[in-house]
């Protein structure tokens, strides 16, 4: 029987707009709004805990979190006007004072250069801060009243950000600190969330236009797409493992994915009502993560299935809007009226212990073995069911092929036979359970692998006077030099006979390789006569043996399989070499 409550008007309190010190346009007001929630109880198996720690500084409101260079978690505190720091293992923490007072420190972002770069929303400026000397760094913004909400390092090496009060997007370079603004093309769009794209653009929630936009690092061209829902008041936005664009519709209790290419949204329904997701960021599972700021709850959404689970927050009215994955492999975020930072670990696992090679050969089978583990490592041998396979990629087109769900025995399950059809780097599988805990493989690169297409003798004089001299070997793709011409991937032998008994004896030689012909020479040292023949071995496994360029292994059987090598029988008199 599903119980219903009423949760108390006042728990579902947003913290009054002098925390962000600036007016509030009618629209931006709803967010803030005292809402009742009607929430169903039921009975459910919840696969995370949740644990909580105080901030050093009493009522600072931690709001923005993001993992940092150094192993820990950086946070901003708006009225506190501190940037804190809190070790992911010892949960000691401790903060920093930002210069300028009353500053409001919103979003942070961890930059190419080590540093943790923020927006202080009030002072209009962009600040950084060490991580190792804790020294501060302040740089005012151009446009007066800018108001810079959310930041992210972008593609391009520079760190981008919001402006919710000139309407621009804002540029700032690490190195020269030079600052870059460009409008939006939508008038009081209120710009808000920021991320990178793995198409190379960055893009961003448009929270009054009601849109998503992106920018193109390098020409500063702006596009912008409509959110389906109407007022949605999208906030935040990450970029998914499946290559999509994920984001958070506060208003609209929905949760959008857009398509970097087709420009496609497709939005999935939460299943708590008025749960106001707010921050999002995709989760070491695999899963993307977010943040109910009124359904005080921590949501996960897997991108295959669009799947949805949900974990309460124990301290009531936390008001979290902004959630991280820390280097712990779990999910931190900050409760902005709990006054704590939160950390969400998943109690089960899913482990690639077989992982799928490196590189495979278009629909040629491999294999896969995942288990399901406890939270500590130990292997959860009362799993029994199902555990099923999908493909992340961003290679349209690209499909997983074989069968894709198999049950666990004593929580270890076994695929075998399965395939990529399409030539691609970067691919990797998604496993999950009924209960949609995941876990990612290794990247696969899906190649054609280089082949030795002939290989013949090489002779000088003639007649009776006619000897071996060398080998050469033609490849069907340019090889790694540095491989190519290491003596230790060749292994070339003579036959002697002694006493009745043939013996196998070491040949000597150099090696050259011709990049334009894809030609490996074997030249020979002294005068072998391989007068009852020889052989000649060339390595393909790794890690040593030879590869092509971009790293894929040798096929030295011509079947299609990476990493085997490559034997010929070498005839007597050296008349002839034949595999």
Request: proline share 8%; aromatic share 8%; net charge positive.
């Amino acid at each position: 029987m599903i119980q219903q409550r009423m949760i108390p008007q006042q728990w579902q309190r947003v913290p009054p707009t002098s925390w962000f010190r600036r007016g509030l346009t009618p629209k931006r007001r709803a967010e803030h709004r005292r809402r009742p929630v009607i929430e169903p109880m039921e009975a459910r198996q919840l696969l995370a805990t949740v644990a909580e720690f105080p901030v050093p500084t009493a009522n600072s409101n931690p709001i923005g979190i993001v993992a940092g260079s150094d192993g820990n978690l950086w946070f901003t505190e708006i009225l506190g006007n501190k940037i804190g720091m809190i070790n992911p293992t010892t949960h000691a923490a401790t903060d920093f004072a930002v210069p300028t007072a009353n500053a409001n420190p919103y979003g942070i972002a961890a930059g190419p250069d080590g540093n943790l770069w923020f927006t202080e929303n009030a002072a209009n400026k962009i600040g950084t801060i060490n991580p190792a000397t804790h020294v501060i760094t302040e740089f005012a913004l151009p446009t007066a009243g800018a108001n810079p909400e959310t930041i992210a390092a972008g593609p391009d090496g520079n760190l981008w950000f919001t402006e919710q009060g000139a309407n621009k997007i804002g540029m700032v370079n690490p190195t020269t600190h030079a600052i870059a603004e460009f409008p939006v093309p939508t008038a009081n769009a209120f710009v808000f969330g920021i991320t990178a794209g793995a198409d190379g653009n960055v893009w961003f929630t448009e929270v009054l236009g009601n849109k998503i936009g992106t920018i193109n690092p390098t020409t500063h061209t702006i596009a912008e797409f409509p959110i389906p829902t109407a007022a949605s008041s999208t906030y935040g936005i990450t970029a998914g493992p499946d290559g999509k664009i994920w984001f958070a519709e506060h208003d609209g209790n929905k949760i959008g994915q857009i398509d970097p290419t087709t420009h496609t949204i497709v939005e999935t329904n939460l299943p708590t009502a008025g749960s106001s997701p707010f921050g999002i960021t995709a989760g070491p599972d695999g899963n993307l993560w977010f943040a109910e700021r009124a359904g005080n709850r921590i949501g996960s959404i897997n991108p295959i299935t669009r799947g949805i689970t949900e974990t309460a927050i124990p301290t009531v009215s936390s008001a979290t809007r902004m959630i991280a994955p820390g280097p712990d492999g779990n999910l931190w975020f900050a409760e902005t009226g709990g006054q704590k930072l939160g950390v969400l670990t998943p109690s089960l696992n899913l482990i690639v212990t077989g992982q799928p090679p490196a590189f495979v050969a278009p629909n040629a089978p491999f294999n896969l073995t995942v288990t399901v583990n406890y939270q500590s490592g130990g292997l959860y041998a009362g799993y029994n069911g199902n555990v099923t396979l999908a493909l992340l990629s961003t290679n349209p087109g690209a499909t997983l092929g074989g069968t894709l769900t198999a049950a666990a025995k004593n929580g270890v399950a076994t695929f075998s036979g399965l395939t990529l059809n399409q030539l691609g780097s970067g691919a990797r599988i998604m496993a999950s359970t009924d209960p949609l805990t995941t876990t990612l493989t290794t990247p696969v690169t899906v190649a054609t692998p280089p082949m030795i297409v002939t290989q013949r003798v090489l002779y000088v004089g003639r007649g009776r006077r006619r000897r071996v001299v060398g080998f050469a070997l033609d490849f069907s793709a340019a090889l790694d030099p540095a491989r190519a011409t290491n003596l230790a991937n060749y292994a070339l032998t003579q036959l002697q006979r002694r006493g009745g008994r043939l013996t196998a004896l070491a040949v000597t030689f150099r090696v050259a390789y011709d990049p334009t012909t894809h030609e490996v020479t074997l030249t020979l040292l002294g005068k072998p006569r391989f007068a009852a023949g020889g052989k000649l071995v060339v390595a393909a496994r790794p890690p040593t043996g030879l590869t092509n360029a971009t790293g894929a292994p040798l096929d030295g059987g011509n079947l299609g399989t990476f990493g085997t090598d490559a034997t010929f029988l070498i005839a007597r008199n050296g008349k002839g070499i034949r595999r």
